[in-house]
């Protein structure tokens, strides 16, 4: 069965900093993967996405995600955090049957 | 474009009454809508799946007779709590996935239900 991992419960950084948030999974071909935001109260959005072809993936406000097959991962990152970044996100695996992982909790210190 | 609404954002009821919550894709057509609840900093957990036309696929532990979900268009999923209780109090949230792009959910709001 397909499973998402999410380490890091929470995690702060400073404005400006880089950020990586990770997330590794299980499943049994070639994984659907997303990357979703939610702001406190808020539905879902997504940041980006990976099928298929290029490993390194580009989303919206400046995220990117790496696919690594080798070790089951697909780390968001950002080089340089904003304030309005602060929220919980979200690794998703699958696409008829998505699994969730628990979140990530991102705090932004000014 | 691709979003999806919910309606209503919030909701108060007393126990044992029922809750009807909307979810719309409002410029696409969707024929599958997906049904999550969310418990507080908790992650969000499938309830349904619903075909266009067809009955909802419930996942385990859901019981299908108290969460009622109707897909009679290609732009409307309902879910009704039926009987509610205060354990039902939660956040539920919808997506939508068109035909053309199978592989991609695409989230309304969320609903928060508080039942009293």
């Known amino acids: 069965a397909q499973s998402v991992t999410q380490p890091d419960i929470h995690i702060t950084v400073s404005e400006g900093a880089s950020l990586e948030l990770r997330c590794n999974y299980s499943?049994?071909?070639?994984?659907?993967l997303f990357w979703y935001v939610q702001s406190p109260g808020q539905g879902l959005q997504l940041l980006l996405k990976?099928?298929?072809?290029?490993?390194l993936v580009q989303g919206i406000k400046g995220f990117e995600a790496e696919f690594k097959r080798s070790q089951s991962s697909f780390n968001l990152r950002k080089p340089s955090v904003h304030w309005s970044d602060a929220a919980e996100y979200f690794c998703?695996?699958?696409?008829?049957?998505?699994?969730f992982g628990a979140g990530t909790r991102l705090t932004v210190k000014p | 474009g691709a979003v999806v609404s919910q309606h209503p954002s919030r909701v108060i009821c007393k126990s044992g009454t029922s809750v009807k919550i909307e979810c719309r894709s409002l410029?696409?057509?969707?024929?599958?809508m997906f049904w999550y609840r969310q418990f507080p900093k908790q992650s969000l957990m499938l309830m349904a799946t619903?075909?266009?036309?067809?009955?909802?696929?419930?996942e385990q532990g859901v019981e299908k007779d108290k969460f009622l979900i109707n897909h009679a268009s290609l732009t409307l999923s309902t879910l009704t709590v039926t009987s509610a209780h205060p354990e039902d109090s939660s956040f539920y949230i919808c997506?939508?996935?068109?035909?053309?792009?199978?592989?991609?959910?695409?989230f309304g709001p969320g609903t928060r239900l508080t039942v009293l």
């Open positions: 997506s939508a996935r068109s035909g053309y792009s199978t592989d991609t959910q695409y």
């Open positions: 499943y049994g071909a070639t994984p659907y």
């Open positions: 990976y099928f298929s072809g290029d490993t």
């Open positions: 998703a695996v699958g696409a008829n049957d998505m699994r």
């Open positions: 410029d696409f057509q969707a024929t599958t």
């Open positions: 619903s075909n266009e036309g067809s009955k909802a696929t419930y």
